[in-house]
């Protein structure tokens, strides 16, 4: 189960990395975590402009990098499509959408996710591994939608 941080201990975990807490930095983590899914920054930037009006896309962009090296979001974007970030950083895979592209996170049985170890090779630097189910979700398999 994913269980997003509160600002108090995202603040903590900011300041313990050197980077300074500020309102765009808890803010486009609130809007990302909250949604429990995978957004990209132009979804992000549509719901932190709830609160925050004059953020512009480069901020929230800026903003996603950061976390990302902080480790409390990653990316999860599925090969050629678009950037997105997941607040969920514990191993799992993930359902895809073809159609809409939607994002749903399954669990990974492999809780420490040793089934995503690579293969040794020569002088290729893995830094991540990840396993997507493409297909059609509900929606997009329901023939009144289908336009
Ligand atoms: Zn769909
Ligand atoms: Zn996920």
């Known amino acids: ?44 930037l549509e719901r932190v402009r709830e609160q925050h009006p004059s953020m512009s896309l480069n901020t929230v962009y800026e903003v996603l990098e950061t976390l990302t090296r902080l480790g409390v979001i990653r990316r999860a974007d599925v090969s050629a499509g678009p950037r997105r970030y997941d607040a969920n950083v514990a191993p799992h895979h993930h359902l895809v959408c073809r159609s809409c592209g939607m994002q749903e996170d399954v669990p990974c049985d492999d809780v420490d996710g040793s089934c995503l170890q690579p293969p040794a090779s020569d002088g290729f630097e893995v830094e991540e591994a990840q396993v997507a189910f493409l297909g059609l979700c509900s929606d997009c398999r329901d023939p009144a939608t289908l336009r």
């Open 1 to 44: 189960m994913f269980t997003m941080l509160t600002a108090a201990e995202l603040s903590a975990r900011l300041r313990s990395e050197g980077y300074r807490v500020t309102s765009q930095r808890l803010g486009v983590y609130e809007a990302l975590a909250s949604s429990g899914a995978h957004l990209t920054p132009e979804r992000v």
